[in-house]
């Protein structure tokens, strides 16, 4: 059935005007005022709102296996969470075993995203490598619509790569038209300082930000952005939890360097003192890494976001259960790591993004959506209300309140990170592909409604920097041949 959404104000990344969106099927096909509307079209009226592009998350782990368990969450309770807050796509991490196939790793992921109720897409963790890693990739690109390569620097021991394997994959990624992402931390400097503390005694949940200083992930970024720079391809940093971080962002980026830094919404509201909490529970549920820092670095983020140095705000959604996070009692090194923010992102950043004045709500939609619907190459579909564009929409009303907590959450864990905090700002109306998803505070779609996006490679972005690599490469020099 068609839907009007009609006395609203459009806000898109680039400017904002009062117009009524049709949709006809998953599309949206007009925008504008008295406009004709079909027989049976239902009405939603938006006065008072903002109506905007879908959120969506470029960074969630549903159903992942990690430290010895899954994450809580899987495809249907995470897409769940994140169209009742107003986000209509995931792109979530098909995270292969070492050794194992890229492409199996792919088919597992497809089917546990069969559950879905929103759109998502897929990026691929680049886990090991070898020859069949360098030819999967291939398939990955051109069958399966994945242009995203995670890279992991650190997980010593498990899904760790070294700068050798870096240079090489990211390599291919240069010539497949992909975009290398990196979570940065030095591994080997984690572990030895996990290691550290640990034998000194520190086995609460405070070791883990202990192990983990802004220092190693600053260390880490700025080796990663090197070795993207060596082979001239832009790179995606994800979670950018530090000034240490964002400077060397920021410093590749006034370089002229195609470098994008994700910040979370937990890093922007939430600090390390929680991990110097008496409660053991309260302090391991915020386990993540890299994990939350202090204040200061909160600031340098919100002005990252402000100037243009970030590019998107992620959850990085990794839950796990009060139960599951009680594996490390007794050695923080196994507490599994990850928090979840799917259902609160878009709230939580309104609030104290646009509400404060930190955030124009352009802006707002640009690192929701529209920036990181650019940089995987799916805009104008995804990320823009346009005619044309798939209708995945938000009614927000800027006015609307609640209090966050996990009684009344949709995630499968017992608890919400952002528990007691005060948001204003809400979506009212969700729509996806143009079903309505989210109306009167209940989900109206089901598992299996989602759809997998599959993304192109070469996004304009990607092509400028390989040529540009080529145009200023070092010329070997010409000789007059020597004759012994
Ligand atoms: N971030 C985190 O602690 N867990 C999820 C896996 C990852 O992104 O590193
Ligand atoms: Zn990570
Ligand atoms: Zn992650």
């Known amino acids: 059935m068609p839907i009007l959404i009609r006395g609203g104000t459009v806000v898109n990344a680039d400017h904002s005007v009062r117009a009524d969106v049709l949709v006809d099927g998953e599309t949206i096909v007009a925008i504008g005022t008295g406009l004709t509307v079909p027989a049976g079209t239902e009405v939603i009226d938006a006065g008072g709102c903002y109506v905007m592009p879908g959120g969506i998350d470029p960074h969630t782990h549903l159903d992942m296996p990690f430290m010895g368990t899954s994450s809580a969450d899987d495809f249907e309770t995470g897409t769940r969470a994140a169209l009742s807050g107003g986000t209509t796509m995931v792109v979530d991490f098909c995270l292969p075993a070492p050794g194992q196939s890229l492409l199996a790793a792919y088919q597992e992921w497809r089917h546990k995203g069969e559950k879905a109720l929103s759109d ?19 398939t990955c690109v051109k069958t399966y619509g994945i242009n995203s390569y995670k890279h992991f620097m650190a997980y010593k021991g498990s899904l760790m790569v070294n700068d050798d394997e870096l240079f090489q994959a990211f390599s291919r990624c240069a010539g497949l038209g992909a975009l290398p992402m990196v979570h940065a931390e030095n591994g080997d400097l984690v572990w030895q300082l996990q290691k550290l503390y640990f034998e000194r005694g520190y086995t609460g949940p405070e070791g883990h930000p202990y192990s983990r200083p802004p220092e190693v992930e600053g260390e880490a970024t700025n080796r990663a952005i090197v070795i993207a720079d060596m082979i001239g391809v832009p790179l995606y940093v994800v979670h950018t939890s530090c000034t240490q971080s964002l400077e060397a962002i920021a410093r590749a980026r006034a370089a002229g360097k195609r470098v994008y830094g994700e910040p979370l919404v937990q890093y922007l509201v939430l600090d390390e003192s929680e991990y110097r909490s008496t409660d053991w529970d309260h302090a391991a549920r915020r386990v993540m890494s890299p994990p939350f820092r202090d204040k200061k670095h909160q600031d340098a983020l919100w002005a990252g976001l402000a100037n243009g140095t970030l590019q998107v705000v992620a959850t990085d959604h990794c839950s796990f259960t009060t139960q599951q996070k009680r594996m490390g009692l007794g050695d923080f090194r196994k507490i599994p790591n990850g928090t979840a923010g799917l259902e609160d992102r878009l709230p939580v950043l309104w609030t104290h993004g646009v509400a404060t004045g930190r955030l124009t709500k352009e802006e ?74 989210w109306k009167d505070k209940e989900i109206r779609l089901e598992p299996g409604d989602g759809t997998y996006v599959p993304r192109d490679p070469f996004p304009a972005a990607h092509v400028a920097s390989i040529t540009w690599k080529e145009a200023s490469r070092p010329r070997p020099v010409g000789r007059i041949e020597v004759t012994p």
Do not use: C
């Open 120 to 138: 998502y897409g897929l990026h691929m963790a680049i886990t090991w490598w070898d020859k069949q890693v360098h030819d999967e990739m291939e």
């Open 364 to 437: 707002f939609v640009a690192v929701t959506s529209a920036n990181i619907a650019r940089i995987l190459n799916m805009y104008p579909k995804k990320g823009r209300v346009a005619v044309g564009s798939d209708a995945d929409l938000i009614v927000w009303d800027p006015e609307a309140t609640k209090t966050i907590t996990a009684a009344k959450q949709f995630s499968a864990i017992d608890y919400n990170v952002f528990e007691g905090i005060a948001v204003t700002g809400l979506p009212v109306v969700t729509v996806s592909r143009g079903r309505i998803a």
